[in-house]
Every structure is written in C-alpha cells, then in structure tokens.
T-cell receptor, first 109, second 113 residues
C-alpha cells in the first residue's frame, strides 16, 4: 500500500466548473497536508497546505481535511484552462514526507 | 534570484560518464533533498540531508552519490551514467519539521544516451 494514494486521472472538467481532487493517506501520525500544482516539465509549486480538520479557503482553492477518514481533497472553483496541470498531494509526520503520484486535471474551454 | 537554484537545467551525457548536478539555496533551510521524476512514477527520493554532517539514502539511491558541501549546497552525482537514469531531477529544501512543505528547484532534465 502506498503512503499517499491519488487517482491518476485524467480528470476532465469544463471551464467554469468545480474540479474536485482527492487523496487518501495511510499514516495516522500525519500532521501536515499539502497540495502542489505541477505543469508539464516544470517543478511542483505549493498552492495549499492544511493542518486541521475542516476546510481552508484561498481564492478559488479550498483544501478539505478529514483525519478520521485519512482523506484530503482540493476543490478548484471556476476552473480555468490555466489550471490544467498535475496536482500532487503530500503529507508529512514531520519525520518523513510522502508524495502521491498526482492527478492530471484537464480544463476544457 | 530563485530560492532554490539547480544547475544545469538540461544535460545530455553519454553512458558511462560521471555527471554532477548542483543545488544551492537561499532559504536558510537545514534539510535538502534530491528527487527524480519519471512519467507515471511520481517523485522518488534519491538522497536527503538534514544538516551538513547528515546524509541519508532514499528509496532509489543505487547508482547515485551526494555531497553536502555547506548548509546551502547539495550536489548529486551519477558515477557512471546509464540510460535508465534519464529523468527529471529536482532538488528541494525544507525547514526542520517540513511542516511548511518543500520548496523545489526548477529541475534538471538529464538525458543519458
């Protein structure tokens, strides 16, 4: 079992729709949770982090954390073609950092 | 200037050659990491260092070596490059806990022919 699981996609959504990206993790000691965006051939860029159960909003992005279910999600509202990228989920227990393999998102104009 | 700088950005080398990838950072972070990324395989950890005197193997260290020359510098060497080491290589840094996530360099695209 991988420490962080993501559906590889691709997830296709029309422009203006809400994109929902999901991630599960296996280490119950995980303390911090991150979402990175990676454009093809580029480096991962941190877009959201969350530490506590519940929702955290930043502009069009909302991160959701449910530690009991070991589940993290990222919602992108009003999706734009420029949001087309691979989204990596990452978790840390402060000793080790685990990345998921990423979900590819396609936003169609 | 970028917080984490990798050189070179692109490199083509021949099988059997020794090659060094360099990483320097201005974040002041103690922890530094080397990852490789292959299509469909995600990020895989090669080596990591928690301070200048601490070097640790990651999940795929065979065929690689590292040197932490200073807090700000962490180099990755391929002693004798082989074609299946063709990949995108990333250096990353974090603070002591990693609780604020990693900062990545721009990457080095390495091709071994």
């Amino acid at each position: 079992q991988k420490e962080v699981e993501q559906n590889s996609g691709p997830l296709s959504v029309p422009e203006g729709a809400i994109a929902s990206l999901n991630c599960t993790y296996s280490d119950r000691g995980s303390q911090s949770f991150f979402w990175y965006r990676q454009y093809s051939g580029k480096s991962p860029e941190l877009i959201m982090f969350i530490y506590s159960n519940g929702d955290k909003e930043d502009g069009r992005f909302t991160a959701q954390l449910n530690k009991a279910s070991q589940y993290v999600s990222l919602l992108i509202r009003d999706s734009q073609p420029s949001d087309s990228a691979t989204y990596l989920c990452a978790v840390t227990n402060f000793n080790k950092f685990y990345f998921g393999s990423g979900t590819k998102l396609n936003v169609k104009p | 200037d970028a917080d984490v700088t990798q050189t070179p950005r692109n490199r083509i080398t021949k099988t059997g050659k020794r090659i060094m990838l360099e990483c320097s950072q201005t974040k002041g972070h103690d922890r530094m990491y080397w990852y490789r990324q292959d299509p469909g395989l995600g990020l895989r950890l090669i080596y990591y260092s928690f301070d200048v005197k601490d070097i640790n193997k990651g999940e795929i260290s065979d065929g690689y070596s590292v040197s932490r020359q200073a807090q700000a510098k962490f180099s990755l060497s391929l002693e004798s490059a082989i074609p299946n080491q063709t990949a995108l290589y990333f250096c990353a840094t974090s603070d002591l806990t990693g609780g604020y996530g990693y900062t990545f360099g721009s990457g080095t695209r390495l091709t071994v022919v």
